[in-house]
């Protein structure tokens, strides 16, 4: 079970904090956790922290003077000033079970990011059901164009960075705000982009009228000076702009009532090309380095959100014309024995994945073979159909099924990854479970072609299969 967020607020763990230096981060190495302890680290705290295991995140902490821990034990808190902890952390965790006992002070992760992001001007938090990652991505790209220097705190490491993070200046602060337990109403935008919003983390979210409630608090952060950047295109965003106290633009797809909107779209190479238009003038052509005409939508909403920002036009389309990825989206990994191109990506919706396998069959030549790893038991028994019809209808040839990550849950719900195989052969897809990681690899190595495209999908840690096949290429090299 997922510890609570803690609810101070700044002004709080202003107080809190006040005179004091040592903080200890539980789970350092986690995505947004590191970014935050290098980011403290900088503005001149003593950071330390445990990780169960050392990775190439944790490595870079500590060749910045940030000792980690491996081995979770009380003795590592005894003389903190704060505990810092990530949600996922369980509450048997030794460091959090003893600083709670005795007084320390505990900060949830969302809850200390939201003290953090006050000491940055302009401040552009990016939420929605999906395509975050790759929006703040996009923001990066774009203020670092733009030469204001943004401090950057993403959901997946940045190819232009190669880590989750770019520490930059204190003008402009972009960040990626997931939904998951109402984490992003800890946090204090100036902006607040809201890309789109679909039923997801069922396990927390009860109902659609919940999920639009918080969405709609995430934009009222910004205050009635702030501003709201929403999909025009999606109903559910547009219910929200009528619950907007602050100001609002929307942006869409060839959508003339969108204030900033698409036009002109065409595909070159596989890649999306566009403009940009805003009341009918052209601000901008931007011909993409990722595929995916859904990374269209993502492209209008950062366009938007920095030019609302004072960006110029002309720097924003260069920026994203430059940008090129971010890890685990589309992510290009090696080639297999036979010299299919092997991609990884995070996709774990049936909405994600029926966008990202559009994306991929428009650059691929051959065929489009696919191993899934559906992430938590609850999402996929909640959008079961959803997966079932995202395999079915899509343009892949074949479909591997890897056993369900469970993350935080265990299966009250009795549904198997065999099971999803089965009903999305019975629609006519050829798709199979298969029984390990090795064997999932092994099926994409047996009879792959130079023209064939093999994708890893899911956020579990199906990326091992894309490791597998990465491994043996070089041994096959060697």
Not at 42 to 61: A, K, N
Not at 324 to 329: A, F, K, S, Y
Request: charged share 25%; hydrophobic share 40%.
């Amino acid at each position: 079970m997922a510890l609570p967020n803690t609810h101070i607020g700044p002004e709080g763990i202003e107080r809190l904090l006040r005179g004091k230096k040592k903080l200890f981060f539980a789970g350092i190495g986690g995505v947004s956790m590191n970014s935050l302890a290098s980011v403290s680290h900088l503005r001149g705290f003593d950071v330390s922290g445990y990780d169960r295991t050392p990775s190439e995140i944790t490595e870079r902490l500590e060749r910045a003077g940030i000792p980690v821990y491996y081995e979770a034990d009380a003795a590592h808190v005894k003389d903190a000033d704060a505990l810092i902890y990530t949600v996922a952390m369980p509450e048997t965790n030794p460091e959090y079970a003893w600083a709670k006992e005795h007084g320390i002070p505990l900060i949830s992760r969302a809850d200390y990011l939201g003290w953090l992001m006050t000491g940055y001007g302009v401040r552009i938090g990016v939420s929605g059901t999906h395509g975050k990652s790759t929006t703040t991505g996009m923001v990066c790209r774009i203020l670092t164009e733009a030469g204001v220097d943004p401090t950057v705190l993403n959901g997946a490491p940045l190819v232009q960075t190669g880590a989750v993070d770019r520490i930059g200046g204190h003008d402009f602060f972009a960040f990626e705000a997931c939904e998951y337990m109402d984490s992003f109403l800890d946090f204090q935008p100036t902006t607040a982009i809201v890309l789109n919003i679909e039923r997801d983390h069922v396990d927390y979210f009860h109902s659609m009228d919940q999920l639009r409630g918080s969405f709609a608090k995430f934009a009222n952060l910004t205050g009635t000076g702030g501003l709201a950047v929403l999909n025009a295109d999606d109903r559910n965003c547009m219910t929200v702009r009528e619950m907007c106290v602050c100001r609002t633009v929307t942006f869409g797809r060839n959508n003339p009532a969108a204030d900033y909107s698409s036009a002109n779209e065409r595909t070159e190479s596989g890649y999306p090309a566009f403009d940009i238009v805003r009341g009918g003038e052209v601000l901008g052509h931007v011909t993409l380095r990722i595929p995916g005409e859904h990374n269209i939508a993502n492209a209008a909403a950062a366009f938007a959100a920095c030019a609302e920002n004072g960006i110029d036009p002309a720097k924003i389309a260069e920026g994203l014309c430059l940008y090129e990825g971010i890890g685990r989206r589309m992510e290009r990994v090696c080639r297999t024995a036979g010299g299919a191109a092997v991609y990884s990506d995070y996709a774990h919706h049936p909405t994600e994945i029926a966008v990202t396998l559009r994306g991929a069959r428009a650059i691929c030549r051959g065929r489009l073979r696919v191993v899934f790893q559906p992430h938590t038991f609850s999402r996929t028994a909640e959008l079961f159909d959803g997966f079932v019809g995202a395999f079915a209808d899509s343009g892949a040839d074949e479909v591997i099924l890897c056993d369900i990550y469970p993350a935080r849950e265990t299966n009250i719900y009795g549904v198997t990854s065999a099971g999803l195989a089965e009903a999305i052969a019975a629609k006519g897809k050829r798709a199979i479970r298969a029984e390990s990681f090795e064997a999932a690899a092994d099926i994409m190595d047996r009879d792959a072609a130079p023209d064939d495209l093999v994708i890893v999908v899911g956020a579990g840690d199906v990326i091992k299969v894309a490791e597998i096949l990465k491994e043996r290429e070089k041994r096959i090299a060697n």
